[in-house]
Antibody, heavy 121, light 110 residues
Framework: QVQLVESGGGVVQPGTSLRLSCAASGFIFTDYVVHWVRQAPGKGPEWVAV????????FYTDSVRGRFTISRDNSKSTLYLEMNNLRTEDTALYFCARDPILDRPDYFDYWGQGTLVTVSS | VMTQTPLSLSVTPGQAASISCKSS???????????LYWYLQKPGQSPQLLIY???RRFSGVPDRFSGSGSGTDFTLKISRVEAEDVGVYYCMQGLHLPFTFGPGTKVDIE
């Protein structure tokens, strides 16, 4: 079955960096578009970033562009999110999610359980 | 912008429930698909896909869930609410990035 397992979250100070990972299994990772989606405490989900199957296409939401970098290692079936210059408003549960449409961003059919990032001084 | 009504709903088991979702723009794609999706986030869990492309039930979703609508106005209906249906329901547009969610409708059992 499809599984997405995030890791790397933690408590960090504003201005610092963190790298999240998402290990995928149960499907051919190299075939799929994958996303990062976050959810601040008590709020709804917010789309963050997306990457194409071969990594040549990436898009970001405005609030993280220039600070966050999405990447993937298809040989390890793993998605990453490098987060730099973190702000208190980046505090959230970060999910990776698979997109069932193979050639363009469309929606999310499977989500991981999330990893919590807390940015606080 | 995605809006939902009501924002909360208290339902007796076995009764029907309905959630409305409106988009500020048509979600009809040039290829003919309508990019409106429904997710349920049960307490303490990640969101799970219920309905894709307005009315198509995702694998394993009970047939008491149904979606309808077109253009900018959409509805999720639960024909007979069960205790396991509690949580927050979100609609989402997947027409263009950034994908955006409605504010959510919290459903609980009376």
């Amino acid at each position: 079955q499809v599984q997405l397992v995030e890791s790397g979250g933690g408590v960090v100070q504003p201005g610092t960096s963190l790298r999240l990972s998402c290990a995928a299994s149960g499907f051919i990772f190299t075939d799929y578009v994958v996303h990062w989606v976050r959810q601040a405490p008590g709020k709804g989900p917010e789309w963050v970033a997306v990457m194409s199957p071969n990594g040549d296409i990436k898009f970001y939401t405005d609030s993280v562009r220039g600070r966050f970098t999405i990447s993937r290692d298809n040989s390890k079936s793993t998605l990453y999110l490098e987060m730099n210059n973190l702000r208190t408003e980046d505090t959230a549960l970060y999910f990776c999610a698979r997109d069932p449409i193979l050639d363009r961003p469309d929606y999310f059919d499977y989500w991981g359980q999330g990893t919590l990032v807390t940015v606080s001084s | 912008v995605m809006t939902q009504t009501p924002l909360s709903l208290s339902v007796t088991p076995g009764q029907a429930a309905s959630i409305s979702c409106k988009s500020s723009e048509s979600l009809l794609q040039s290829g003919g698909r309508t990019c409106l999706y429904w997710y349920l986030q049960k307490p303490g869990q990640s969101p799970q896909l219920l309905i894709y492309e307005v009315s198509r039930r995702f694998s394993g979703v009970p047939d008491r869930f149904s979606g309808s609508g077109s253009g900018t106005d959409f509805t999720l209906k639960i024909s007979r609410v069960e205790a396991e249906d509690v949580g927050v329901y979100y609609c989402m547009q997947g027409l263009h990035l950034p994908f955006t969610f409605g504010p959510g409708t919290k459903v609980d059992i009376e």
